[in-house]
């Protein structure tokens, strides 16, 4: 009677832990899953920057988000960029940059948004969410396509709009951020030109 009472007071505690255990995994998934779900829209349609050139990306800075850059804003008028990969790179990658303080003005979680510019356009616009999301739910939220490019449809693909080549997502759990990229054109610097080749 002895070693039947103690396996019946022994074993319920592996299986009480199994339980508890299991029950945790599915309360936090489901609040992760609960918490990309609920992840809101852009605030403002950031589709539509891609491609856009550095005077009319400040002036929309200006009239937009209240932010004035002090070159580029909507007094800038006729300007061309004069910059080259080889000779002129500090020209070529010139365009205003995006106040951090206005990111949540973007989206509500963003942390940052990062600006790419070549040759005076926009080539890659990266926000920085707070917290670590689903793909298919920040894509919804973006109102991106479902994949990137290389994974659509030809017909899918030609649906994107005419500013963005392709879009990335991407989570960061290390440092708790998800990264939504958006791609305006294929990055083109001095690594990827031969700046010694005659003209």
């Known amino acids: 009677m002895v070693i039947p009472s103690l396996k019946t007071s022994i074993s319920p505690r592996p299986a009480t832990l199994l339980r508890l255990l299991c029950a945790f995994i599915v309360v936090f998934t489901c609040s992760h899953q609960a918490l990309a779900a609920d992840l809101p ?18 002036c929309y800075l200006e009239k937009t988000l209240g932010h004035r850059d002090k070159r580029f804003n909507c ?20 365009g205003p940059e995006f106040p951090a303080r206005l990111a949540a003005r973007v989206h509500p979680l963003a ?11 926009l080539q890659q616009v990266t926000l920085v969410l707070k917290g670590t999301f689903n793909e298919v739910e920040v894509r919804r939220a973006f109102k991106l396509p ?3 490019a290389y994974s659509l449809s030809e017909a899918e693909q030609g649906a994107l709009p005419e500013n963005i080549m392709d879009t990335s997502v991407q989570a960061d759990s290390s440092n708790g ?3 939504v990229m958006l791609t305006g054109f294929d990055h083109m610097g001095a690594g990827d030109v031969d700046c010694n080749a005659d003209e």
Request: net charge negative; aromatic share 10%.
């Open 41 to 58: 829209p852009a605030s403002v349609d950031v589709l539509a920057w891609p491609r856009l050139s550095s005077s009319e990306f400040g």
């Open 75 to 94: 007094a800038l008028k006729g300007y061309e960029n004069q910059g080259d990969p080889c000779t002129n790179a500090a020209a070529y990658a010139e």
């Open 177 to 179: 951020l998800t990264l």
């Open 146 to 148: 479902r994949a990137e």
């Open 111 to 121: 942390k940052d948004v990062e600006l790419s510019w070549e040759h005076g356009e």
